[in-house]
């Protein structure tokens, strides 16, 4: 938790990047993620492959299906967390995924196994606050961040119920929507930032539909972090196992024009 | 004795408040959606929003008697409600020579094949569509299997004005050709799934995924007693028609409540609607039928008899899947019961063991499909003819003057090429 506290810097925003894990295989998600950071990522957010991804557009659909398809495992997405810890010892990860993968063997076998492989956060997409208690409490107990997600359909009067219990930092969807494809416009998302930052002293960072350093560097003007996914797994699609490169190239490019936009 | 039977919101308040004894198994589910463990409201933070404010306009409506008369109204006159009660005499008898003696119970069905585009869906959907115009929504979407709930869903979409956006999976839309006709004809537009299993669980995926993508106009019409509460909660209330009638249909026409009663389980919604209104008659047995497709060690589709507690599309049920929570995919020979997963109620029903749960496989419904052709004259569809294989296997052995009830919850004029197909027939 501290590490991913710390992982915000003052003078700029954070770079979130997310791929799926064992996308295209478990043995090629470890030089995929050494990418990232190379490239000048802050944070990272490993996918959990799901069989049915109800909030994923297209591009994460076809990562999760290629993941699944190589085999992947549970225990492969943590033994890729595990020797990203010992590699990078200070790069904060968060798994993001889907409650049943999560709570199949029960939410404190999960904890633990966060926990065990140096896992920071935990981004679930279909556990509302309205359920926390089926992840939540496990996960604060063994103090791994319960990241919670606003979007534009949140309300004044539903987001403190959000905010309460929140921690690591506080993740913005942009648009109501899937992964992927549409962006929001600036000003509706400078308009929500400031509405969340009046309510939270987490970060905030935003994500859904960011694509170019523009977007990014936009935003970053903005937020305190820029979240971006499916146009890095659409390269990890397009160039499978030797994407390392060519993501870590995208990625600078991204962090980049975060680190001249203010 | 219809026009005695109470108006809709008093029904449901019967059912939300005054069974609220700890005696009951009709008071679920908790405020917060949830059959004991199961059901709850597990979807992504931009639906949360839409599906509280579902369940206002929800409990709003059931404390409103001109929503439950326009209701009662279009059933009635519509649908075309009450559906008859049915003693099977024809069945029967067929079933009693292979009985021992003194056995062969006999078999009435629930004609609910009788209504208005051939299924218990379109009970769902009038109340459905009826809430969607009350919220202010000006578009419609679902997701289909057999294409049942689709056309239900089409029809009441042409009835009241709206859009309608099927989503369907592309290996459904091949195996049941008729439905796709029939739902293009009623200006729906059907669009084919290709991911996943390209099934009714993707189907309903595209139709989640949609739904997060036009929240402010859309109302997603789920077409059984599963997904995010109070979807379950309401489907059921929607579907308690069935069995109301039955209940009264019984007691009016031999002044006694039956034995046991038989439903189908694809999400369980047909089954619900039977079994509701008679759970707390601690006489009457209850048999949910899943279905066993080639059989429960290879590809099935009987969550409770296979799988094991998880969460899917926004509730907690019993679910195929494997030991990561990566879903199975389901096989069945008919489409509507083609579904990894159940309604988190039928999930509580069976750990609290008031109903029990059996499975038919693609064979033995075949044979019941064409028995029932044979011995009554009616053509049921592929679904219900699960739950007639099981009352054929449980009345050999109650006794003669014991009394099965089983859902006829749709006709077969859909699934007459994909029986042709499987007899090896061409047509
Ligand atoms: C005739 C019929 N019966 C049963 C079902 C299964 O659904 P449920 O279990 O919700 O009744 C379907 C689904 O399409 C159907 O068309």
């Known amino acids: ?262 | 004795m219809w026009t005695e039977s109470p108006p809709f919101a008093k029904r449901c308040a019967i059912m939300t408040k005054t069974t609220n004894s700890p005696n009951s198994y009709r008071n679920q589910p908790d405020e917060r959606g949830h059959f004991g463990e199961f059901g709850g409201r597990y979807v992504a933070e931009t639906l949360m929003p839409l599906i509280l404010d579902l369940e206002k306009h929800y409990r709003a409506a059931q404390s409103d008697p001109a929503f439950a008369e326009e209701f009662d109204d279009l059933l009635a006159n519509y649908v075309g409600r009450p559906s008859p009660l049915y003693y099977a005499e024809g069945l029967t008898e067929e079933v009693r020579k292979d009985a021992p003696e003194g056995k062969g119970a006999q078999i009435w069905f629930k004609r609910d094949e009788l209504n208005h585009t051939g299924a218990h869906k379109i009970n769902n959907c009038i109340g459905q569509i009826l809430l969607a115009k009350r919220m202010g929504k000006t578009r419609i979407i679902a997701e289909t299997g057999a294409g049942q709930h689709g056309v239900a869903t089409a029809t009441v979409c042409a009835r009241f004005g709206f859009p309608c956006t099927i989503f369907m999976g592309a290996t459904d839309i091949e195996r049941q050709k008729p439905n796709i006709f029939r739902m293009r004809l009623l200006g729906a537009e059907v669009v084919p799934v290709t991911s996943g299993s390209a099934t009714l669980k993707d189907a309903m995926n595209e139709a989640l995924r949609h739904w997060v993508a036009h929240v402010h106009d859309t109302f997603y019409i789920i077409g059984t007693a599963a997904g995010p509460h109070p979807y379950p909660e309401l489907v059921r209330d929607f579907q308690s028609v069935i069995g109301k009638e039955a209940r009264a249909q019984m007691l009016e026409r031999i002044d006694r409540l039956p034995d046991l009663l038989v439903a189908a389980i694809g999400g369980g919604s047909n089954a619900i609607g039977l079994f509701h209104p008679f759970l707390d008659d601690p006489e009457v047995k209850m048999l949910g039928v899943e279905a066993a497709g080639h059989g429960l060690d290879k590809e099935h589709a009987a969550s409770l008899a296979g799988g094991g507690p998880g969460i899917l599309h926004g509730n907690k049920t019993y679910l195929l899947q494997d030991e990561d929570g990566q879903i199975d995919e389901a096989h069945s020979i008919s489409a509507g019961l083609d579904y990894p997963g159940i309604g988190p109620e039928h999930s509580w029903l069976k750990e609290s063991g008031r109903v029990d749960y059996d499975s038919v496989t693609d064979i033995e419904a075949l044979d019941a499909f064409q028995l029932l052709c044979r011995t009554e004259g009616i053509i049921p569809a592929l679904e219900p003819s699960h739950a007639i294989a099981a009352v054929t296997r449980e009345a050999v052995k109650m006794d003669r003057e014991q009394i099965i009830l089983a859902n006829l919850c749709g006709r077969g004029d859909k699934d007459i090429f994909t029986v042709a197909e499987a007899l090896g027939t061409e047509i």
Request: hydrophobic share 45%; proline share 6%.
């Open chain 1, 1 to 262: 938790m501290t590490r991913l506290s710390q992982s915000f810097p003052a003078d700029r925003a954070a770079l979130v990047a997310f791929v799926t894990g064992g996308d295209p295989t478990p043995a090629d998600t470890g030089t995929i993620l050494d990418a990232l950071v190379e490239g000048g990522a802050d944070i990272i957010e490993l996918g959990m492959p799901f069989t049915d991804p109800m909030a994923d557009g297209p591009s994460i659909q076809e990562a999760n299906i290629r993941s699944l398809n190589a085999g992947t495992k549970t225990a492969d997405i943590l033994t890729i967390a595990t020797e990203f810890r010992e590699r990078h010892p200070n790069t904060p990860l968060v798994l993001m995924g889907y409650a049943n993968p999560m709570t199949i063997r029960g939410p404190e076998w999960f904890a633990d196994a966060c926990v065990a492989a140096g896992v920071d956060g935990v981004i679930c997409v279909d556990i509302p606050v309205e359920e926390d208690d089926s992840l939540g409490d496990a996960l604060r107990a063994k103090e791994v961040a319960v990241i919670r997600l606003a979007t534009p359909t949140t309300d004044a009067k539903r987001l403190p119920s959000i905010l309460n219990n929140a921690s690591g930092f506080l993740y913005y969807v942009s648009v109501a929507g899937i992964t992927g494809l549409q962006q929001a416009a600036q000003a509706s998302i400078e308009e929500a930032v400031a509405r969340l930052k009046a309510g939270t002293d987490l970060p905030v960072a935003v994500g859904f539909g960011v694509r170019t350093p523009e977007q990014a560097a936009d935003i970053s003007r903005v937020a305190d972090g820029v979240v971006v996914g499916s146009a890095i797994v659409e390269i990890i699609g397009k160039y499978g196992k030797d994407a390392g490169p060519h993501v870590r190239d995208y990625v600078k490019s991204l962090s980049d024009a975060i680190r001249s936009a203010r």
